[in-house]
């Protein structure tokens, strides 16, 4: 057990290796980022979304969603719509491609889930999720 015990310092790495990790992967067998294949994922979840509901989701800004959403409409990932009624709003939903790719992922997104989680007993994989659920839970309180 390591004596560091900066959690914030050690979550910020885990966290940036296992998104580059998981980047690299997405983008040799999806052609997309693990940002684009979030994006999808909760797309797929929501049906459609509002561009500011997705940022709020992602936690990301606005301008990041606004380029991540550009670059997934010009891929065909996305159709952008303007809302009916506010016309400054985008509505974004998922596209044929876009749910082609989300079932090709889950095989990259079962075998990283393994990676993650193997050499870990179920009881620790508990503590784990635990303490990850509680860390989320102190953004939205």
Do not use: C, W
């Not at 016309?87 to 596209?95: D, Q």
């Amino acid at each position: 057990m390591p004596k560091d015990k900066r959690l914030i310092y050690h979550l910020n790495l885990a966290r940036h290796a296992m998104m580059k990790h998981l980047d690299i992967g997405a983008k040799n067998a999806l052609g997309i980022s693990a940002t684009q294949l979030t994006a999808l994922m909760t797309l797929k979840k929501h049906n459609e979304l509002l561009m500011k509901d997705l940022a709020t989701i992602l936690m990301l800004d606005k301008s990041a969603v606004t380029g991540l959403a550009r670059r997934m409409q010009a891929n065909g990932l996305i159709i952008r719509e303007t809302h009916q009624s506010d016309a400054r709003a985008s509505l974004l939903t998922i596209t044929d491609k876009g749910e082609q790719i989300l079932s090709e992922a889950v095989g990259l997104l079962k075998a990283f889930n393994l990676q993650l989680t193997k050499d870990f007993s179920e009881q620790e994989l508990d503590v784990v999720l635990r303490f990850l659920n509680h860390v989320t839970s102190l953004s939205t309180n």
